[in-house]
């Protein structure tokens, strides 16, 4: 795996890889084995940022350690997509962080999704709530996840035109990933339903309820 790597101020550096996979494949590499002095991983679509403590190690010997893991992975992290017939459970993960968020599929774009994907907006939902997402990265907003996993029929792109206010906790779909809405904001992306849970507490550590490297499980709420 070729990355490229460049200097950011006195204590961190960029690695440029060639899309997500391999983002998240480098990640967990260096965090199964965190060179000396690396204190943070900031994942993006297609950068890992990476941080380190300059009184202990220095630029030369982590652009080292990163470029020693990247070659390592060879060619990991690709993804291909495809098309199943049917949406498969996803297994649970044992000993890792799963948050259930319970939703009202009552989204705007949920009839437009369901047209647009040619399936029953019944099945929209099935297909929603069976895969394990894995918070990919966080930003656009404080607390808001970029979650993988999103069903392939389900990778619609963003709006043509974009919402002025998005209504707190909506839980949305744009190209591969799926979102959740931790405040009322501008955004482009396919509403499929509201969630009642908060995203982000200051008053709670970490405030934000969905991290990098966590998993998601959606769950319709049952009809009152």
Known sequence: MSVG???VGSHALLVEADGLEQ???????????????????????RTLLVTYDPAITAHPAVAAAVTEHAAALG??????????????????PAGERIVT??????????????????LGVGEVITRHTAPLYTVAFTGFAPGFGYLTGT???????????????????SVAVAGGFTGVYPRSSPGGWQLLG???????DERRDPPALLVPGSHVRFVPEEPR
């Open 5 to 7: 790597i460049r200097r």
């Open 23 to 45: 983002v998240l494949a480098l990640r967990g590499a260096l965090e199964a084995d965190r060179p000396r002095g690396v204190r943070e991983l900031v994942a993006a679509a």
């Open 75 to 92: 060619p990991a992290g690709r993804f291909t997509p495809g098309t199943p017939s049917a949406p498969a459970e996803s297994a649970e």
């Open 101 to 118: 968020l319970t939703v009202r599929y009552d989204g705007e774009d949920l009839s437009h999704v369901a047209e647009s994907t040619g």
């Open 151 to 169: 069903d392939p029929l389900l990778r619609l792109p963003r709006r043509s035109e974009p919402r002025t206010a998005v209504p707190t906790g």
């Open 194 to 200: 509201t969630t009642d849970a908060m995203l982000w």
